[in-house]
């Protein structure tokens, strides 16, 4: 027995969405038995994205019933069945939350229509279900509606069981009613992280580091190593004791702190692979008589570089970005412009101080850059910090800088327009 299920959330925080539109159906393999389909008042705002994605506002959920009011139903609904969803482990996730937010631990089995799509239609462009309905003519309404969208789950699985012909995948592919979800000491773990920018450690039963790694939202990315099925996954669920972190503010420190403590710690599970950095750049050419000109090359070691890159067509494609950004074709101020370009996106053979976000309000993350080279980072909430370069290097921690942070620092000021560099004095 099957229960397809979609859910409408409000959107928010990780773990703090609520239910606002649940849609189950009873499926036995062959026909729909049963079906429970309503609205649900989640007793919080809904975010303004998913009003606009749903069509369903705070005012249509007044007179909705609490899900306290619909748990009963959802339970004998469900009994004795497989929850069946599309991303089921973001709609199992919520509902557990819902039923632990009561008191009570729902456990179900759980089928996910993306995995078992991803192995019986491995040539579709896109696994997900709007695209690939459309993409296997199942007709669809009523999209991002919990009703509309179950049903075009189900004619779905309709359509992978037959395909699946041998019965071996579905087996595979069912998760264990723990699996997709959290134990109790994984729950505490997960509980205790902070749902912000860092970096975070996975220890063993040792203290020993099995894994590093840095998010813009600790807490939901532990939670995914937790709840996936790859086998880096699992050898992080089952080894996994205890988990560390720092607060970066800034993404650019979390992804330069990554690096240097991945280095300087080998974690078990980390990749061995050494990170080399930029193998080509933007180089700027100067001719006999003073002009600049830009060239996408190899690097190796020219005088000049406005850009680092891990390949040529990366190169060439942002030549042309800057190249319309800056107006450097046929411009009579192509040398200012060049340099400005210049100042804007590369740290070669530079000394200057990249400002970024701080852990908290008021203050700064400050990475210190000397000739080209990264030197360290600290955090900052006083000018006089900034302005006074040997109190600055007192504050920092410092970092050896290599070739894959400079590639780091540059990739970032490139997909970051509001970054603050602060030139030093030479």
């Known amino acids: 027995?099957?229960?397809?299920?979609?859910?409408?959330?409000?959107?928010?925080?990780y773990n703090e969405e609520g239910i606002m539109e649940i849609a189950i159906h009873r499926f036995d393999g062959h026909k729909v038995v049963d079906k429970f389909i309503s609205l649900v008042n989640p007793e919080r705002d809904i975010q303004p994205f998913v009003v606009n994605l749903t069509g369903i506002n705070n005012k249509m959920l007044v007179t909705a019933p609490k899900f306290h009011e619909v748990a009963k139903?959802?339970?004998?609904?469900?009994?004795?069945?497989?929850?069946?969803?599309h991303n089921a482990q973001f709609d199992y996730r919520i509902l557990r939350t819902e039923f632990r937010r009561l008191g009570y631990n729902y456990q179900r089995k759980t089928l996910c229509t993306v995995d078992l799509s991803k192995k019986l239609i491995p040539e579709a462009e896109s696994h997900s279900l709007g695209k690939l309905v459309r993409s296997l003519g199942i007709a669809v309404s009523d999209r991002h509606r919990a009703n509309g969208d179950?049903?075009?789950?189900?004619?779905?699985?309709?359509?992978?069981?037959?395909?699946?012909?041998?019965?071996?995948?579905?087996?595979?592919?069912?998760?264990?009613?723990?699996?997709g979800e959290l134990s109790t000491k994984q729950l505490?773990?997960?509980?205790?992280?902070?749902?912000?920018?860092?970096?975070?450690?996975?220890?063993?039963?040792?203290?020993?580091?099995?894994?590093?790694?840095?998010?813009?939202?600790?807490?939901?990315?532990?939670?995914?190593?937790?709840?996936?099925?790859?086998?880096?996954?699992?050898?992080?669920?089952?080894?996994?004791?205890?988990?560390?972190?720092?607060?970066?503010?800034?993404?650019?420190v979390a992804l330069l702190k990554e690096h240097h403590e991945i280095k300087k710690n080998a974690p078990t599970y980390n990749d061995k692979r050494r990170k080399k950095g930029y193998t080509h750049g933007v180089y700027v050419i100067e001719d006999e008589?003073?002009?600049?000109?830009?060239k996408p090359e190899r690097a190796n070691g020219q005088t000049k570089r406005l850009g680092s890159f891990n390949s040529l067509s990366a190169t060439q494609n942002f030549l042309n970005k800057i190249s319309e950004e800056f107006q450097l074709e046929n411009n009579e101020n192509q040398n200012s412009k060049i340099e400005e370009a210049t100042n804007k996106y590369s740290i070669d053979k530079r000394s200057i101080v990249v400002l970024d976000r701080g852990?908290?309000?008021?203050?700064?993350s400050a990475i210190l850059i000397k000739n080209g080279q990264l030197s360290g980072f600290g955090?900052?909430?006083?000018?006089?910090?900034?302005?006074?370069?040997?109190?600055?290097?007192?504050?920092?921690?410092?970092?050896?800088?290599?070739?894959?942070?400079?590639?780091?620092?540059?990739?970032?000021?490139?997909?970051?327009?509001r970054i603050k560099i602060i030139e030093l004095n030479k």
């Open 188 to 252: 505490d773990i997960v509980d205790s992280l902070p749902s912000e920018t860092g970096v975070y450690y996975m220890h063993d039963k040792n203290g020993e580091i099995l894994f590093i790694g840095k998010s813009k939202n600790i807490k939901k990315r532990v939670n995914q190593h937790f709840t996936n099925v790859g086998a880096l996954a699992r050898k992080l669920q089952k080894e996994t004791k205890k988990v560390t972190f720092e607060k970066t503010g800034s993404e650019l």
């Open 359 to 364: 852990r908290e309000l008021g203050e700064q």
């Open 379 to 417: 955090f900052i909430d006083l000018n006089y910090q900034l302005n006074n370069i040997h109190i600055l290097e007192s504050i920092i921690t410092s970092m050896q800088g290599d070739e894959h942070s400079t590639f780091i620092i540059e990739s970032y000021l490139r997909k970051r327009n």
């Open 73 to 85: 139903r959802i339970i004998e609904i469900t009994q004795d069945a497989v929850l069946v969803a």
């Open 289 to 294: 008589s003073g002009n600049f000109s830009l």
């Open 1 to 13: 027995m099957y229960a397809i299920l979609d859910i409408e959330s409000t959107g928010g925080k």
């Open 150 to 179: 179950a049903l075009a789950t189900l004619k779905l699985f309709k359509l992978l069981l037959t395909k699946d012909s041998n019965k071996t995948i579905i087996t595979e592919v069912i998760r264990e009613e723990t699996l």
